[in-house]
């Protein structure tokens, strides 16, 4: 047998164990947070919670050609340095910093930002692969960019308050600049066109359930934020 129709065999026969595992994840990081005892440990295993994530959206992608592999280092790369740059200019995102939440840092950006960039741009690709498939649409592959990056900042508009009250980055003054969502949107619509462009095998059981638990998991942050207050 070869690696990939080991992996095939692998991915079709623990597919829903793979999703429990993560829907449990999510479920246990959610109530590990909002609890204060155990805050600051699940706060030092969210960038570990990331990388997992990742981790097992790649043992399910079944199609590891040369237009995944670059699109995946373009999504990590880009994402990384791009918000290096805005750390340390002010000038992309608005005046933020990092703080002590995601793990390791290099140029103060931890080192997984860059994974959670490809995260969101390969969920919300096939996400949206889902959507033209099941609706037989046939739009220009910058409307389908458009599509994703709008889908990315709906998500980052989730993200940004619980992110502040869980330390993993701060905002000048407290305030997140509407710049920060229009620089998000257009970095995220030009990642979502290369996606829509780059040809290999769109499927992932994993990819969508990821999606879903990404934004109830900032959605329950934010409702729980709101009851306790």
């Known amino acids: 047998m070869t690696i990939r129709s080991i992996r095939q065999l692998l991915t079709e026969k623990y597919t829903k164990t793979t999703q429990f595992i993560l ?16 805050k600051p440990i699940f706060q030092e295993l969210s960038a570990f919670n990331l990388w997992v994530s990742a981790g097992l959206l790649l ?16 999504c990590y790369l880009v994402g990384y340095w791009i918000e290096v740059i805005g750390v340390h200019t002010g000038v992309i995102f608005g ?10 840092k290099l140029f103060k950006v931890p080192l997984v ?17 889902k959507i033209r498939d099941h609706f037989k649409l046939s739009w220009h592959p910058i409307i389908q960019g458009i599509f994703i990056g709008t889908l990315m900042t709906s998500l980052d508009y989730l993200i940004e ?5 869980l330390d993993f980055w701060q905002w000048e003054n407290n305030i997140i600049p509407i710049r920060n ?8 619509s030009i990642l979502g066109y290369y996606f829509s462009t780059s040809q290999f095998i769109k499927h992932n059981p994993l990819a969508i359930l990821l999606l879903i638990l990404q934004c109830l998991f900032f959605a329950g942050h934010t409702i729980l934020f709101m009851l306790n207050n």
Not at 23 to 38: F, S, T, W
Not at 95 to 104: C, D, H, K, S
């Open 23 to 38: 829907i449990l994840m999510y479920v246990v990081g959610l109530i590990g947070l909002q609890v204060p005892i155990l």
């Open 59 to 74: 043992i399910f992608h079944q199609d590891f050609r040369k237009n995944f592999i670059i699109l995946g280092i373009i």
């Open 95 to 104: 005046v933020y910093q990092y703080g002590a939440g995601l793990g390791t």
């Open 113 to 129: 930002i860059g994974t959670n960039w490809f995260i969101l741009v390969y969920c919300s690709g096939i996400f949206w692969e």
């Open 161 to 165: 308050p619980v992110a502040i009250a």
């Open 181 to 188: 969502y229009v620089a998000w949107w257009i970095i995220a």
